[in-house]
């Protein structure tokens, strides 16, 4: 492990958090993705009902929770996977940090993720002191890489790779020998055609990889699209072999996920009506933020899906950061995301409905 991890990018926030926090009508917070709006109550009712957990859970999960994944992936993302090919993990943000050491991955061996990306990705490969690859194009990918990991919808620019470019990404991990992951934890969240009116590609759609799942990984997490980023829910699927040595190794390390939780999970993987009803809440607050930030002169650059508007007027992203600021707006300067987003910013949808309703409304009065 190297010694010389980033300090937290968010801590170079309170300058500005203090600012906004001086605004007479107070400060409103659109830097965080962390969801606001209630836990679904069948889901509350199933965690509840799980509390007598006196019995380690198992870490591969329970069964009704490995079937439930199972049938999810079959019914929201086209794919088809066995219950033995699933595993839960405790959020999805360990996962990404832990992957590059489960998989053995050292000094000398290289990490790809996206040039614009939030920094787990980066975190994970310096855990194990391995190189760390920013690059968006499969061709660059060096001889050396050992994991490379998609982000499909992007947080934070909200952009979707398609069938097409899955499976020249897939290829050439392929080709390298290198395991490759799509993180799609966005993937029930598209405005844009054409994801308005079809399912977000998944690295393991059958148009990607066939029936052959190898070398390939999908992680998903329940966070945003039922609210449970306070459960830890998520989980990862795909090759068969890979599942089995994460599995060995999550149980020589204790990564068990919380009986109540994986209980929690299957109601909330049998409900649709609830996803349906934040992705309401969610294009609502799209529509009205918007136009506001256009208002004042902020262009939005991808974000055809996730959840964020990414925006620019072509200044310094702590520049923008600060006008926001100035109007009791929190929000995230791209420099958070890598470094070739120097000019864009981050605003999360994960508000409630009265503070972006508030932040529209202050935005739309500065620009008159």
Same mark, same amino acid.
């Given at each position: 492990?190297?010694?010389?991890?980033?300090? +937290?990018?968010?801590?170079?926030?309170?300058?500005?958090?203090?600012?906004?926090?001086?605004?007479?009508?107070?400060?409103?917070?659109?830097?965080?993705?962390?969801?606001?709006?209630?836990?679904?109550?069948?889901?509350?009712?199933?965690?509840?009902?799980?509390?007598?957990?006196?019995?380690?859970?198992?870490?591969?999960?329970?069964?009704?929770?490995?079937?439930?994944?199972?049938?999810?992936?079959?019914?929201?993302?086209?794919?088809? %996977?066995?219950?033995?090919?699933?595993?839960?993990?405790?959020?999805?943000? !360990?996962?990404?940090?832990?992957?590059?050491?489960?998989?053995?991955?050292?000094?000398?061996?290289? $990490?790809?993720?996206?040039?614009?990306?939030?920094?787990? +990705?980066?975190?994970?490969?310096?855990?194990?002191?391995?190189?760390?690859?920013?690059?968006?194009?499969?061709?660059?990918?060096?001889?050396?890489?050992?994991?490379?990991?998609?982000?499909?919808?992007?947080?934070?620019?909200?952009? $979707?790779?398609?069938?097409?470019?899955?499976?020249?990404?897939?290829?050439?991990?392929?080709?390298?020998?290198?395991?490759? %992951?799509?993180?799609?934890?966005?993937?029930?969240?598209?405005?844009?055609?054409?994801?308005?009116?079809?399912? %977000?590609?998944?690295?393991?759609?059958?148009?990607?990889?066939?029936?052959?799942?190898?070398?390939?990984?999908?992680? +998903?997490?329940?966070?945003?699209?039922?609210?449970?980023?306070?459960?830890?829910?998520?989980? %990862?699927?795909?090759?068969?072999?890979?599942?089995?040595?994460?599995?060995?190794?999550?149980?020589?390390?204790?990564?068990?996920?919380?009986?109540?939780?994986?209980?929690?999970? $299957?109601?909330?993987?049998?409900? !649709?009506?609830?996803?349906?009803?934040?992705?309401?809440? +969610?294009?609502?607050?799209?529509?009205?933020?918007?136009?506001?930030?256009?208002?004042?002169?902020?262009?939005?650059?991808?974000?055809?899906?996730?959840?964020?508007?990414?925006?620019?007027?072509?200044?310094?992203?702590?520049?923008?950061?600060?006008?926001?600021?100035?109007?009791?707006?929190?929000?995230?300067?791209?420099?958070?995301?890598?470094?070739?987003?120097?000019?864009?910013?981050?605003?999360?949808?994960?508000?409630?409905?009265?503070?972006?309703?508030?932040?529209?409304?202050?935005?739309?009065?500065?620009?008159?």
């Amino acid at each position: 492990m190297r010694d010389d991890l980033p300090d +937290y990018p968010w801590d170079a926030m309170a300058p500005y958090a203090e600012e906004a926090a001086r605004h007479p009508e107070g400060a409103l917070n659109l830097s965080v993705g962390s969801p606001v709006d209630p836990s679904p109550e069948s889901v509350q009712a199933a965690l509840s009902g799980a509390t007598d957990a006196h019995a380690y859970p198992a870490t591969a999960g329970s069964v009704p929770l490995r079937e439930a994944i199972a049938e999810w992936f079959s019914r929201r993302r086209g794919v088809s %996977v066995a219950p033995s090919a699933v595993l839960p993990t405790i959020g999805s943000k !360990e996962l990404v940090a832990l992957l590059p050491f489960l998989l053995g991955i050292g000094q000398g061996e290289a $990490v790809v993720f996206p040039r614009i990306a939030y920094p787990s +990705y980066q975190i994970g490969a310096a855990l194990v002191g391995a190189d760390a690859v920013p690059s968006d194009d499969p061709a660059e990918w060096p001889e050396h890489t050992r994991l490379v990991w998609l982000n499909s919808p992007s947080n934070p620019d909200g952009r $979707v790779m398609d069938v097409g470019a899955l499976q020249v990404a897939v290829a050439r991990a392929r080709e390298l020998g290198a395991v490759i %992951v799509g993180d799609e934890c966005y993937a029930e969240f598209g405005w844009e055609s054409p994801w308005d009116a079809e399912p %977000v590609p998944s690295i393991l759609d059958p148009r990607v990889v066939g029936d052959d799942h190898s070398g390939v990984l999908s992680a +998903y997490s329940l966070s945003k699209q039922s609210n449970l980023a306070g459960y830890r829910a998520a989980f %990862v699927a795909g090759d068969p072999r890979i599942i089995a040595r994460l599995l060995t190794v999550r149980k020589h390390a204790g990564l068990m996920q919380p009986a109540p939780v994986q209980a929690a999970m $299957v109601a909330a993987l049998g409900d !649709e009506t609830h996803v349906d009803t934040q992705r309401a809440r +969610y294009r609502a607050r799209r529509e009205t933020l918007r136009p506001a930030l256009e208002a004042v002169g902020y262009r939005i650059d991808g974000s055809e899906a996730g959840l964020y508007l990414w925006a620019t007027r072509g200044e310094d992203a702590w520049e923008s950061v600060a006008a926001f600021a100035r109007l009791g707006i929190v929000v995230g300067p791209g420099h958070f995301y890598g470094e070739h987003s120097p000019r864009h910013v981050r605003l999360a949808l994960t508000a409630s409905d009265e503070a972006v309703a508030a932040a529209a409304d202050r935005l739309r009065r500065a620009s008159s």
